[in-house]
């Protein structure tokens, strides 16, 4: 998100606050939040692709919501109004080929190109569900095709293909294809949120949501492109309130504008002026000193810290100026005692969603078959890692990130459960309980710190190269 689009959000913020009423205000949102889908997608290579990805985004919504309906409920009016909104804004988007609406879309298809491919794709969801009568065999292809394309988009060969693909459709050079050319904006946290709602749905656990409440939390704008991840339950509580809210509550809204003011300065001031020295394959290379590359770890740690908080912090006070809390996602990570603490407070929304949906069952199952305690807590550990590492990319580098974590957590466990005893009549000794707490911040610090070159590092050969500078062996 860059600052003329949170100069909008702000105006749109300000329109809202002072003409619309709250009966509409669940409206507004939710209008807002489908315009803000294709306004946020970044220009791409592949011709009417940003459209179609921006518009395929909204129809997985609605397609998340047609899976997860409450057993029993009738399609509303409200519901065919929202479904015949999101249709004319993708259709209407096609007008910036005749008038100027680059600050929306950029090189949409022609008129009858999207009305034919919106057709064909609620049709092909048509054919592929209808002849499946039970809901539980739904929801499953539900999920499977979710995973299914979250690991085509997180592959780089599979991404080439298939920009290879989209290329010689279009008629551009297939050979000239990349996994930048299929950068779908928001997908990621998109597709959690789907998942939550076809598990929880699954399990009984999902609230009866209107399509327009399931839309919104789906691409609720401030959120959309990098999170929190707020739970479904918790936006509807949020929708229901608006009708009532004061809008123009003076300690609401100072919250909220002090929350941006701290957010713009946290990614635009500090952590922009850290990236310009923090590690990456290109100034690792240009460092000749142990001490220097040390320098750009550190500020690589620092910027990621305040990069993604910084933009937590603006999605939640925009949030806030519209009258929906997202929940909080970092809590001074990198002062936290141990790794299982660290990962409490680090992008907490994405560490619940693990718990809920991989360690929690995966521990659950385990303990069923009757396997032992420390080794369930191992492999419960290792999975859920694992996943959170290739959530940001099916890379070897992301895979052994999500190693390293994992072994981390099981080997704080396995140390944590032997020590119970000793560290409970440490806490009758002050001083030593102090200097022990203090040691274990600087050691998970540390332990976070050298499981960024594996976040940072492009290959295994260069995280490698990396870790050798920093004992002072080049090669």
């Avoid at 939550?196 to 399509?211: C, F, I, M, N, V």
């Avoid at 929708?239 to 635009?268: C, M, S, V, W, Y």
């Avoid at 995966?362 to 369930?376: E, F, H, Y």
């Amino acid at each position: 998100m860059a600052l003329p689009e949170i100069a909008v959000m702000l105006g749109f913020a300000l329109v809202y606050i002072l003409l619309i009423p709250g009966r509409w205000r669940g409206w507004a949102l939710l209008l807002a939040s489908v315009i803000g889908v294709y306004a946020l997608f970044p220009p791409l290579n592949i011709r009417w692709l940003e459209y179609s990805l921006a518009t395929a985004t909204l129809l997985l919504a609605v397609g998340g919501w047609w899976l997860t309906r409450a057993p029993g409920r009738a399609i509303q009016r409200e519901d065919v109004a929202v479904f015949a909104s999101v249709v004319l804004i993708a259709l209407g988007m096609t007008a910036a080929r005749q008038i100027d609406l680059s600050a929306l879309i950029s090189r949409p298809p022609p008129l009858l190109a999207a009305l034919t491919g919106i057709a064909l794709a609620v049709g092909s969801f048509g054919l592929v569900v209808w002849p499946l009568r039970k809901r539980p065999a739904r929801l499953t292809v539900g999920l499977l095709a979710l995973i299914a394309l979250f690991i085509v988009l997180k592959t780089d060969a599979l991404t080439t293909a298939l920009a290879s693909l989209l290329r010689a459709q279009v008629g551009q050079d297939a050979s000239l294809a990349s996994p930048l050319d299929v950068r779908w904006l928001g997908f990621s946290y998109v597709a959690f949120r789907l998942i939550h709602t076809l598990r929880d749905r699954q399990t009984g656990l999902l609230p009866a949501l209107s399509l327009r409440q399931y839309l919104t939390y789906v691409v609720f704008f401030p959120a959309y492109a990098a999170g929190p991840i707020d739970r479904a339950e918790h936006h509807q509580k949020a929708d229901e309130a608006l009708a009532t809210l004061n809008a123009r509550d003076p300690q609401r809204i100072t919250i909220a504008l002090t929350r941006i003011g701290i957010g713009l300065f946290k990614k635009f001031v500090i952590a922009d002026g850290l990236a310009i020295f923090s590690l990456s394959a290109v100034t690792a290379a240009q460092v000749e000193t142990t001490a220097g590359l040390w320098l750009l770890l550190y500020a690589y740690a620092f910027r990621l810290y305040f990069d993604f908080s910084g933009y937590t912090d603006i999605a939640i006070g925009i949030g806030l100026l519209f009258g929906v809390r997202l929940p909080e996602n970092f809590d001074r990570p990198y002062l936290r005692p141990n790794i299982a603490a660290f990962w409490q407070s680090w992008h907490k929304s994405l560490s619940d969603w693990a718990r809920f949906y991989v360690y929690t069952p995966l521990t659950r199952s385990l303990l069923r078959r009757k396997w032992g305690g420390p080794l369930v807590f191992g492999l419960a550990s290792l999975a859920t890692m694992l996943m959170i590492g290739l959530w940001h990319g099916v890379t070897v580098p992301f895979f052994v990130w999500g190693v390293w974590h994992g072994l981390g957590l099981t080997i704080h466990k396995l140390w944590s459960d032997r020590t119970r005893r000793w560290y409970r009549d440490l806490q009758k000794r002050p001083g030593q309980r102090q200097l022990w707490q203090v040691g274990g911040v600087l050691l998970t610090f540390h332990f976070v710190l050298l499981g960024w070159v594996w976040f940072a590092a492009p290959d295994l050969t260069s995280a490698l190269r990396v870790f050798g500078g920093l004992v002072g062996v080049r090669w």
